[in-house]
């Protein structure tokens, strides 16, 4: 009994000492973002934001092309997560359900792809997109970003699709349920947690991308966030004060759809049970 009390004691110690390392970057960020320009460059550190001031988020906002910049990172990041989404949970429920020929060869295909690194594709992505005339066109970031995104979305929910019995779907169909209604009232609740999961990723890939954004675009109204956070650093050098303080605002979204996310997380995963 003791032995097992000890043990739990060392693991929560061990847990409380992983989310302190881990969440003491973030914590220094935040506080840096209120400091003055003076207690961010000295020598002394202080832990604790004292005098508080916003003149750093001031200067930030007001960085040229700023409400571009988000509008255009919003456009794109949801757009993705949306289309992200749909595509690969109807192709999901395909490779899950249906049998046909070439279906191994796909599912070998959208793995081998999660293996290719995302730099590696920058020139043929972005003569791809130059033939097609998209270039600094805010659709080829959008379609970029969306290929990288479905093959895991697929994969992922392919295994929540594979976990849901076939006994559900017929028990709808005989209660007179269309193919359309049983995807949206029995497939749609059980994979709710899986959706989510993939559209955190997918929101996150396109959020916090920042080579092909710079990449892809020429017009400096057409860059998004990341972009943005680079302009702090110049041939003159950085501004940190404003660059801290960018960091902080450009997380927010971030976190924001994450705790969003969390709560339909939980209620999802109670969804589309059956009473016995």
Known sequence: MRTSRRARMLLNGAGMLFAVVWAFPV?????????????????????LPF????ANFADAVRKPHFGAYVVNSLAVTLTVVAVATAVGFLAALALARFRFVGRRAILVTILA???????????????????????????????TYTAFVVPLTV???????????????????????????????????????????????????AWNDYVYAYVMMKDDAHYTLP??????????GTDYAGLIAGSTLFALPAVAFFMIAQTKLTAGMTAGAVKG
């Open 227 to 236: 972009v943005w956070l680079a302009t702090f650093s110049t041939n003159t």
């Open 51 to 54: 005098p508080l001031t916003l």
């Open 113 to 143: 792809i999660q293996m290719i690194p995302a730099p590696a594709l920058v020139i043929p992505l972005f003569l791809t997109m130059k033939s097609m005339h998209l270039l600094n066109n805010l659709l080829s970031l959008g379609l």
């Open 27 to 47: 914590y220094w960020m935040v506080t840096t973002a209120f400091k003055p320009q003076h207690d961010i460059l000295t020598s002394t550190p202080h832990f």
């Open 155 to 205: 994969w992922v929910l392919r295994g929540f699709a594979q976990g849901v019995p076939v006994e559900l779907e017929e028990a709808a169909r005989l209660d007179g349920a269309g193919p359309a209604q049983v995807i949206r009232h029995v497939m749609l609740p059980l994979l709710a947690p899986g959706i989510i999961a993939t559209s955190i990723f997918a929101f996150i890939t």
